[in-house]
């Protein structure tokens, strides 16, 4: 998957993407979609991102995507 492509292609279908840092419970990052007043979050623990043999983009293109099917379909 590649990350531009995905993220233009919600975009154009209407969806705000966010990223930023989770600190809470754990470090990493939380990756935020939101559509017509619906949001779902996913975090990216810091050790996952650093284990995965995906590189980064992929790892991102392949949440936001499943966020996409699991909240919006």
Do not use: W
């Not at 990350?3 to 419970?25: N, Q, R």
């Not at 979609?33 to 650093?50: S, T």
Request: charged residues 25%; hydrophobic residues 40%.
């Amino acid at each position: 998957m590649n990350l531009v492509g995905t993220i233009k292609s919600m975009i154009d279908d209407g969806y705000t993407i966010s990223f930023s840092k989770a600190d809470l419970l754990m470090d990493g990052i939380y990756i935020t979609i939101k559509k017509d007043g619906i949001n779902a979050r996913q975090v990216i623990p810091e050790d996952e991102l650093e284990s995965l043999n995906l590189s980064t983009d992929e790892l991102f293109a392949t949440v936001i995507e499943h966020l996409k099917e699991r909240y919006y379909l």
